[in-house]
């Protein structure tokens, strides 16, 4: 039987509409969440994403403040529009879109962030309250994949849990979040010995490498929830001379016919990620205030 389908677009609208009815009633105490998004230079895919979050953060009433710099910006012209971020009260949280034109350092940049305002969840920082259960703010990619691992088993305690793949920005911070629900976690990478047969022990397998379809179909548990993190684009003859689609980390037609449930790519953990900066978004605004974060 082929595996069900997670629907992370429709899991994604579903939580976007807690946040809009959130920040609605912030609106009596004269709250509104204030999202600032700073891209440097004029690449393309962060162009197209960035408009994504501005169009979903005024959808949900939020503010939205951009902030575009050339890509001759200088590493100091970036910090400097940071340091005025974080002064800036209106200012809930700060997203400096990645990645960075090669003269500014990408970590430097990310340092200088106010971690109340880090709604990304990439400071060291909120990246300690991360590894240690305290409260802070958690990268969104990794969230909205737990969000839909939980969307199929509530329960995760005590499986065998899988990442595949070490990045700052998706695979430890995802594999922190499992070990906090208590899963046994194994963190696998492009060099681990025996790749295939370390995913084949995972009840919950999470592809996060960035190579197009490594990730085969017998390399998958019967039964397991497969959450593919990749986006990669590939040629697309069929469709056209010089024609692309996306693809994941998953051999997908592989896959679904093996796992019990399986995100789709696209549609699957993309959608999910800008939700999450919406609700990372909600949650600083209260949390500098000193209000009530709701249950989002």
């Not at 998004?37 to 895919?45: C, E, I, Q, S, W």
């Not at 060099?191 to 996060?208: E, F, H, Q």
């Not at 085969?216 to 590939?234: F, L, Q, S, T, Y």
Request: net charge positive.
């Amino acid at each position: 039987m082929a595996a069900r389908i997670i629907e992370g677009a429709a899991i994604a609208e579903r939580l976007r509409a807690r946040i809009a009815a959130a920040v609605a009633a912030l609106d009596p105490a004269h709250v509104r969440p204030g999202l600032a998004v700073v891209l440097v230079g004029d690449n393309p895919a962060s162009q197209i994403y960035v408009r994504s979050k501005t169009r979903q953060t005024l959808e949900a009433g939020m503010r939205s403040f951009d902030h575009a710099l050339p890509a001759t910006a200088s590493e100091e012209e970036v910090l400097a529009l940071v340091h005025r971020l974080n002064a800036d009260r209106e200012v809930d949280g700060i997203l400096v879109q990645l990645p960075l034109p090669p003269q500014i350092h990408a970590q430097r940049v990310i340092d200088a962030i106010d971690p109340q305002k880090d709604v990304d969840g990439f400071h060291p920082v909120n990246a300690g309250h991360l590894m240690t259960g305290a409260r802070g703010l958690v990268p969104c990619t990794p969230l909205g994949a737990l969000m839909l691992v939980k969307s199929v088993r509530q329960d995760i305690a005590g499986l065998d849990a899988v990442v595949v793949g070490r990045s700052n920005i998706v695979g430890k911070p995802m594999a922190q979040l499992l070990i906090n629900e208590s899963c046994t976690v194994t963190v696998a990478h492009s060099k681990s010995r025996d790749l295939p047969g370390l995913c084949r022990r995972a009840d919950i397998l999470v592809a996060a490498v960035g190579r197009p379809e490594m990730i085969r179909g017998d390399w998958v548990k019967p039964g397991a929830i497969v959450i593919d993190v990749g986006i990669n684009r590939v040629p697309n003859p069929a469709a056209g001379e010089n024609k692309t689609r996306l693809v994941g980390d998953v051999a997908f037609a592989e896959a679904v016919e093996v796992a019990g449930a399986i995100t789709p790519v696209p549609g699957g953990v993309g959608p999910m990620t800008i939700a999450c900066l919406m609700r990372n978004t909600v949650t600083a605004a209260c949390r500098r205030r000193g209000i009530a974060v709701p249950e989002l």
